[in-house]
């Protein structure tokens, strides 16, 4: 049997970043696919591609014959529809360039539970809500989604090119990645710094659904245990599965443990939605002086802070988390407590020199 080797697409992100240490620690070649890599990975074989543009990946490809792909990436457009035409194509040209070397044994894909809340302008709205905690048998809703494009893409691939796949649908992903599109984690640490630099209070964002309401969070080396399990599980193969730290929490709680943590004032729900996207519009001066002040490697904001992401999920008008036991059932047991999960990340980013 050959030995297994990884192909990461999207290997800088937030998922595919701490999949990548994994692969590593547990002995896998491991080939990350982006478009740029900013830094060198110990271990990686670092591919530079755009999934976007066939003869490029062809080229980059030539060499490579992975028996495992874990597809991590995904593009945003400004509606569903053009979601759906990138993201699709993305995952069609990499299959296809990847079909006549006949070496892909299983595909992985990361969605996440837009699957169950539908897409950003379908949000959660009221009307639409599903029932909690969120189960992988849910019907698909009736409104377009990319997630279901990139699922229907792998199947169509699997059923030509006879390997197997797996869907691991996280909830907000927390985790170590710098310049990341959905980086809750990292936000939440640079708005508690200039919070604890200004004096002003740390006030919550979110709705009172969120604030009063369960929730989880799926820590991104948990997330990372599992892709690795369900493409070597002979069991878990050819499944979806929600994936989150195996806890579940309240925000009114959890904001005070970071408040606490960054020695600030919490200031909770108080009847109306205070988005943090507005809260940080004007905040790149001061995190200017921040970073000058501590000798910060990275003084751009747009470059750490997701406020937008943030606000759509602390925003729901509904309590969202996710049913764990189709994972535990299968044998899937990897946990991980959520006030632990920020907190290491915080750690890591003072080490990191990204926050003070």
Avoid at 295 to 309: F, I, P, Q, V, Y
């Amino acid at each position: 049997m050959m030995k297994n080797s990884a192909l990461v697409v999207g290997s800088t992100g937030i998922t595919g970043s701490n999949l990548v240490e994994e692969l590593i620690a547990q002995n896998w070649t491991t080939f990350g696919l982006a478009r740029n890599h900013n830094r060198p990975v110990e271990g990686l074989k670092p591919i530079k591609a755009d999934l976007l543009d066939e003869e490029s990946l062809a080229v980059a490809l030539k060499d490579v014959s992975p028996t495992h792909v874990f597809f991590t990436t995904w593009m945003r457009k400004a509606n569903e529809q053009e979601n759906i035409i990138v993201n699709i194509t993305m995952v069609s040209n990499l299959l296809n360039a990847l079909s006549p070397k006949k070496s892909v044994r299983h595909v992985a894909l990361v969605t996440g539970l837009k699957h169950y809340l539908g897409p950003f302008e379908a949000y959660a709205k009221e009307g639409i809500l599903p029932e909690t905690p969120v189960r992988e048998e849910h019907p698909r809703l009736a409104y377009p989604n990319f997630y279901y494009a990139q699922e229907d893409a792998v199947y169509e691939a699997a059923n030509r090119d006879h390997f197997t796949w797996s869907i691991h649908r996280p909830h907000t992903v927390i985790g170590y990645a710098i310049g990341n599109l959905m980086n809750m984690g990292i936000t939440l640490a640079v708005y508690a710094s200039i919070c604890k630099e200004t004096g002003a209070k740390f006030t919550w964002p979110g709705s009172a659904a969120q604030w009063n309401g369960l929730s989880d969070v799926t820590d991104a080396k948990i997330l990372a245990k599992q892709l690795i399990w369900a493409s070597t599980t002979e069991n878990a193969k050819n499944q979806a599965f929600n994936i989150t730290n195996g806890d579940v929490f309240r925000w009114k709680w959890l904001w005070n443990k970071i408040a606490d943590y960054f020695g600030i004032e919490a200031d909770g729900y108080n009847g109306s939605i205070r988005p943090l996207e507005k809260e940080m519009e004007n905040k790149q001066e001061i995190w200017n002086q921040i970073t000058h002040q501590h000798g910060l490697k990275e003084s751009s904001l747009d470059r750490l802070s997701s406020a937008w992401h943030t606000d759509l999920d602390l925003g729901r008008p509904l309590e969202v988390m996710t049913d764990m036991s189709k994972s535990r059932k299968y044998g899937f047991n990897a946990f991980e407590s959520t006030a632990d999960s920020f907190f290491s990340l915080f750690q890591k980013l003072k080490q990191e020199k990204i926050i003070p």
